[in-house]
């Protein structure tokens, strides 16, 4: 059974950071495209960051500021989050699709997605 468990979201002050963190079990985590993509209230779906193997992709609003990675051996996607904003406030979802990346994900072409988890940035 594949699962995608994000964990790590919170409430945070602007400026401040935060990890989060997809757990991913029952497929093979290597073969995989691994993204990031962020939902607000009201607001379309925004890709985050994806990474393949090694290369990352990130979207502009949070170039410098995010890094994305991962952990074959542990099956596990990170994304640390500094210098947030109040804009970066959102639910934020992991999604994995078959390598390659060849970019930023579609959230519809991703085969797997995980439930979410809340990241609230207040000043």
């Known amino acids: 059974q594949v699962q995608l468990v994000e964990s790590g979201g919170g409430s945070v002050q602007t400026g401040g950071s935060l990890r989060l963190v997809c757990a991913a079990s029952?497929?093979?985590?290597?073969?995989?495209?691994m993204a990031w993509f962020r939902q607000a209230p009201g607001k379309e779906r925004e890709a985050v960051a994806a990474i393949a193997s090694t290369t990352t992709y990130y979207a502009d609003s949070v170039k410098g500021r995010f890094t994305i990675s991962r952990d074959n051996p542990k099956n596990t996607l990170y994304l640390q989050m500094n210098m947030l904003k109040a804009e970066d406030t959102s639910m934020y979802y992991c999604?994995?699709?078959?390598?390659?990346?060849?970019?930023?994900?579609?959230?519809?072409?991703?085969?797997?997605w995980g439930q979410g988890t809340q990241v609230t940035v207040s000043s």
């Open positions: 999604t994995a699709r078959r390598l390659p990346c060849g970019g930023l994900l579609r959230y519809s072409d991703s085969n797997y």
């Open positions: 029952g497929f093979t985590f290597s073969d995989y495209c």
